[in-house]
Structure formats: structure tokens, C-alpha cells
């Protein structure tokens, strides 16, 4: 056996003998009549934060604080320990002859990771560290478990997704990542609501399987006999109200997609799609660009970010270039001289890269974009004007029926966001669906048409923007984070054997 099978092995006998031994105290506590979870209430006056920043003005005065011991030394008839609670943590000052003999006594009989309240004043110790001068201290849950080595934290990112709980006590920035999550979206509804946009909120199970690229999950509706399934947008009814005239619209919804996973995508996550009646793509730049610039100050306090090694500016002017123009830089191509899908699929094969047998001209642009460009757009950059081939809900460019009015923007070679002029013509967009579900057939897909959508739309939509922009990313940019499951709390993993 190697040494460090041995040590592994001496770490797990240590966690269960430390199990059995907090068992005990549980048991023994019971006993005695002071179950611990019996305790329904503690009032607590103040978190660790507030007699932290507010010291000059609670010096002296009679606080109640409440959070998990964290770290403990005693030393004879006096004692500090470290209290976590939201804010932070916290020192407090037990002493025998404050607290009484039986109340110390049980004090040091604590674990780390138990629960306590404590009643005390508030000063400062010698060495200048604001702290609680306990007066009561109360255990208010017995933690069966002992927390992971302080000195090592918690660095296994399996552990760490499956027990987010765990993150969060050990490693206090995660729980400051999704109080930032938390100031994001509060901020973007604020930026919205300040422009007259209109929060709704639209159905998370439908009775369709749309035509559109994303794999739903299904599932089954027992009274009615029927599969249901979860949403993959909410695009579709959200135009629907500005039909029936709710004019600027925006939903922070929850998205399924029956897809893989990887840094960048997990199978739920939350968007933000808004439509604003008679605006276009060109409008929804120019509010997608200043909610981004927004937030940022508001959360950040700065528009210079640190993300995945890159300083990204989103200050200034964004950059705005068409997706030929984006090929053409940067692979040199120029989609402007092919005469045929044959010629397309010809100088993508002599640029290294496969298209399929039957892509055309759009689809071949659409790869470049793809396989040449993507990886060089770490500034805020919109790209637009996309072919129809990959655009099946935007409105066609009027002087080029073969693009569309749709853009994204890129940000360190992520894509964040996608927005269209949208399509209201009822028989295109007829004419789409219809071959998109074929399509979605023909890989043995249970597609249909929503018939519903397009009465919508030969009831009239105006003149439309739209776009949706993934929340999970916007936060990676604002923290400074490398995976989307830093900032889920619970991301989907695969269950343990």
C-alpha cells in the first residue's frame, strides 16, 4: 500500500471516528433535555458586517449575533472563537467568569461547525480586532460533520458543485459570487424597468415540440394523457404580447436543453430575452451595449474587467462588423465572390474545413465565421447580418434576401448574446418553420408547426426588436469566472455511482 493510500485511508477513519464522537454529544445532549434542534428562534440584532462597519457607534452597546464557529481557541478560563454568518466573520470574546462555569463548560465541548448564538457587547481587543464580549452563548444546531482542513479549504470542484453548501462555508468568495449574481440581476431588470420595459413571465411547459435547433426535455402530463416539454426559449410567446401591444416586454426566464455540458453550457440555465415594438436589430445594439456598460459600473464599479486572462474594455465603442466582413479579415475568404453553393463549398474545403455535401452558400459563411473568426473576438464586438439559412426568426435584409437582420456579440470568444429585426411576415414565417421541422422530422424529432404563433402573426406584430443574452455568461464576465458552474448554484452533474 503506498503512502498515500494510507493517508487517505487515516483521513476517512479520522471524519468517521470525529463523526461518532459528535454523535455522541448529540445524544448525550438529548439526554439531558437540550436537544438543539428544538430551538425554533434566536433574535438576533445585528450580522458580523454591521458592528464591523458601524464599531465607532456600537462600542460598548449590547448585540446579538447568531453564525457557524469557524475556528476556536481556548485558553483556560477564556476563550475566542470566529462566527461566520453572511457578512462575514466575526471574533467573540468567551469568558468562564461571564458566562458561568456550565455555560464554558459547554462551550469548549463545541465543534467546529456548530451553530451558535451570542449575546455580548461589543469592543475591540488589544490587538485592535473588532469582537463580540459574550455575555450568553447559546448552541443553536449540532453539526454532525466536521468541515474540511482550514488550512486546505475545499479544492475538489466535483465536491464542491455536488455541495455547494459546503463551497459556500469554506470558501467565503463563492457565496460573494452569488451575492454579485444576485446585484446583476438586479440590475438589469432596474435598467430595463427604467426604459418602460415590462417584466412577464410565460409558460416553462408547453404541449409542442418547435422546430428549432435545441433538443427539449419531455416529459408527461398524466391528466391529460399527453408529452409536454420544457422550454428551449421564450422568443415565442414573448412575441405574442407585443401583438397583443405590451410594446417592450422582457422575461428573465429558465431555459432546458436536452444537450451536453461543458464550461459553457449546462442543460438549465436563465436568459434575459426582450422585445421592443418599433425598433430593429441596429436599436437593440445600442440598449444591449449600454445595459452591459451599466451593470458593469453598477456591480464592478468599473468597466475594466479581469475575465479568463484578458482585461476586456466595455467602455468604449463596441466594434460592429458584418459576418463577410468578419470572414474576410480574418481568414482572408472573400463569400462575396462565390457564384454558387458548389464555389462555397469549394473554398471552404480549400481553407481546411469539411462542409457538408448539401450546404449552401449561407451555411458555408456561416462555418468560416465559425472556424475563423470566433476565436479572435475577445473586445465587445456585434457581428451581423447572418445568413437566413441559420436565422429562421429574423427578418430578411431588404437589399440581400439571402441574409437577415440578426446579430450577436462576442466577448473573449464567447458569444453572450443574439437579437433580430424580427420576422412578422406570417407566410415566411410559415414557410421556415415548415422546413425546419421537416428537417427536425427527418432526424426522427416529433416537430410541429405553432400554428398558435403564426395566427399571432397574421393577427400583425409591428416593426420588432428582439434579443436574448445568456445571464450565466454576463455573470462569468463579472466575476472573473472560467466556468458556467461557478456561477450555478446547483449545476446538473451526473449522479454518483
Known sequence: MSDETRNVEAAEQAVSEQNRIRLEKLGKLIEEGRNPYELVRFDRSHRSGEILSGYDALEGKEVSIAGRMMSRRVMG????????????????????????????????????????????????????????HAQKITLLTKSLHPLPEKFHGLKDTDTRYRQRYLDMIVNPEVRDTFVKRSQILREVRAFLDSRGYIEVDTP?????????????????????????????????HLKRLIVGGMEKVYEVGRIFRNEGMDTRHNPEFTTVEMYEAYTDFHGMMDIIEEMFKTVARNVCGTTDLPFMGETIHLGGEWARMTMKEAVRKYSGIDPDSWASDEEARAACKAAGFEPEAAFTRGECLNLLFEETVEDNLIQPTFIYDYPIEVSPLAKRKKDDPMLTERFEFFINRMEFGNAFSELNDPIDQRQRFEKQVAAKRAQGANASVDEDFVTALEYGLPPTGGLGFGVDRLVMLLTNSDSIRDVLLFPTMKPLD
Open 77 to 132: 478560563k477564556a476563550s475566542f472563537a470566529h462566527l461566520l454568518d453572511r457578512d462575514g466573520l466575526i471574533q467573540i470574546y468567551v469568558r468562564r467568569d461571564d458566562v458561568g462555569e456550565d455555560a464554558y463548560r459547554d462551550f469548549k465541548s463545541y465543534d467546529i461547525g456548530d451553530i451558535v448564538g451570542v449575546s455580548g457587547t461589543v469592543f475591540k481587543t488589544k490587538s485592535g480586532e473588532i469582537s463580540v
Open 204 to 236: 416553462v411547459l408547453g404541449t409542442l415540440e418547435i422546430g428549432a435547433a435545441a433538443r427539449p426535455f419531455v416529459t408527461h402530463h398524466n391528466a391529460l394523457d399527453i408529452d409536454m416539454y420544457l422550454r428551449i426559449e421564450t422568443e415565442l
